[in-house]
């Protein structure tokens, strides 16, 4: 067994690529395990994943679609938040459960040699899970309210990268900061509570009016709502700016993140 050697970072301190492919089978592992714990001793398991985009669609729909009678671009009300909430899981979700994922392992951080950047990006598979699970009933309502999407249903794919990119960048930084700062679990919350509610999830952006229309569009997260909702329910497609826009801003983030966590990794194990 060849030896393992462990260097510091380069210059801009980003971590090693042919390091993190090595450990990959830490990342399945982390994985599998959240994915295994959060549905045991539950009664109704796996059906939580139907259960809250259900729950949440249906409560948006009569706030929103009954009650204040705002738009849904043509689309069923319903299904409008549905595909919005589909979005918005991954993107809360991931930060979610990654900010305090190394908090959570804290024994395994400050003990055991592996790259601490897997534990949070674990995180992703099972929120990649729901959404693939979640996405199948989606596909089910498009049947029952007899929406076609089209071709830009072919890159859906390429919109749950940039979401879980951008996600994942700040759920590195903030994992990173919550080992020295618990702060950043009660503060989390709550800011996740009011970009739900100053992010167009539950409503058009057509509904907003035009003085504060503005507003809304400067937010990175509309960006990828519009174009989750461009590839799911076939409505108007973004303008391309706010394409262009979400491709930089979920590098910039994800790389944000990265340098981030790799500023404060050498600290975990004496702080945590």
Same mark, same amino acid.
């Given at each position: ?37 959060? +549905? ?41 938040? +549905? ?190």
């Amino acid at each position: 067994m060849q030896p393992v050697v462990i260097t510091p970072p380069g210059r801009l301190g980003l971590p090693s690529a042919r390091e993190l492919w090595r450990a990959r089978e830490v990342l399945y592992r982390f994985g599998q395990r959240d994915v295994l714990l959060r +549905y045991r001793q539950t009664a109704v398991g796996v059906l939580w994943v139907f259960l809250q985009p259900l729950a949440s669609a249906g409560a948006f729909s009569l706030v929103f679609g009954s009650v204040a009678d705002l738009p849904s671009d043509g689309v069923p009300y319903f299904l409008f938040s +549905y595909a919005g909430m589909l979005a918005w899981n991954v993107f809360s979700q991931v930060i979610a459960r990654s900010a305090p994922s190394l908090v959570a392992n804290q024994a395994l951080v400050s003990k055991v040699f592996f790259p601490r950047m897997l534990v949070p990006l674990s995180t992703t598979l099972a929120v990649l899970l729901d959404f693939a699970v979640a996405l199948g009933l989606g596909a089910v309502l498009l049947v029952v309210y007899g929406v076609n999407p089209g071709w830009p249903v072919l890159l859906l794919p390429v919109w749950l990268l940039l979401l879980v990119a951008v996600a994942s960048g700040i759920g590195l930084a903030a994992s990173a900061v919550q080992v020295r700062y618990r702060d950043i679990g009660y503060l989390l919350p709550w800011v996740m509570q009011i970009a739900l509610y100053a992010s167009p999830v539950a409503y058009s952006l057509s509904a907003v009016p035009e003085r504060l229309r503005w507003v809304y569009q400067a937010n990175p997260v509309t960006w990828y709502l519009e174009e989750f909702r461009w590839a799911l329910l076939g409505v108007d497609a973004p303008p391309w700016w706010m394409v262009v826009g979400s491709v930089v801003v979920s590098g910039l983030v994800l790389l944000g993140g990265v340098l981030v966590f790799q500023k404060h990794e050498r600290t975990f194990a004496d702080v945590i």
